[in-house]
């Protein structure tokens, strides 16, 4: 069990380096992973958001996304 927790990190860590090489959306050049998730966690920072009002935003966004794939 204590391998497996010192793996799990790692693997996190090393998917996180391909993130700027990962597009956000189909056609989209202006930002990738890593960038929205920097912004993101930027502007919660700056407005001091609780962990309940980011995950109700991030849940909004994510429908709104989903709903324009469909």
Not at 21 to 35: I, Q, R, Y
Not at 55 to 65: A, C, G, Q, V
């Amino acid at each position: 069990m204590k391998n497996l927790m010192q793996t799990l990190p790692s693997f996190f860590f090393f998917n996180l380096l391909k993130d700027p090489d990962e597009p956000l959306l189909d056609g989209c050049t202006n930002h990738n992973k890593l960038s929205v998730v920097a912004q993101v966690f930027n502007i919660k920072s700056n407005h001091r958001l609780s962990e309940t009002s980011y995950d109700i935003i991030t849940e909004w966004k994510r429908n709104i996304l989903l709903e324009g794939k469909g």
